[in-house]
Nanobody, 124 residues
Framework: VQLQASGGGLVQAGGSLRLSCVAS????????MGWFRQAPGKEREFVAT????????YYADSVKGRFTISRDFAKNTVYLQMNNLKPEDTAGYYC??????????????????WGQGTQVTVSS
């Protein structure tokens, strides 16, 4: 599976961005999809995941209520809608695909496929 992320940028605190990740290669619907982020000098941390059929989602506490993950099977794309952004959301955001039903932070070292990062910068 090849993953291509896009949609990052510079936004003021309180603003919104939508990240996209297009998957190609193996069957998109076979994988749970998700997002991690990594700020300079910090470890990569879990943000959100969605299961293979789109019916189950899971979020980090830090983004719950502000971020929404979704997937479009016709476009082989997973989205991360980010609202009410805060300066602490500033990081490189990485798309992930995995054979497990759902995943969280503990899976960071064993994720099947990673996309390249897209930078999100939130100014105060």
């Amino acid at each position: 599976v090849q993953l291509q992320a896009s949609g990052g940028g510079l936004v003021q605190a309180g603003g919104s961005l939508r990240l996209s990740c297009v998957a190609s290669g193996r069957t998109f619907s076979s994988y749970a999809m998700g997002w991690f982020r990594q700020a300079p000098g910090k470890e990569r941390e879990f943000v959100a995941t969605i299961n293979w059929d789109g019916r189950r989602t899971y979020y980090a506490d830090s983004v719950k209520g502000r971020f929404t993950i979704s997937r479009d099977f016709a476009k082989n794309t997973v989205y991360l809608q980010m609202n009410n952004l805060k300066p602490e959301d500033t990081a490189g955001y990485y798309c992930a695909a995995d054979h497990r039903p759902l995943f969280s932070g503990s899976a960071v070292g064993t994720i099947d496929y990673w996309g390249q990062g897209t930078q999100v910068t939130v100014s105060s």
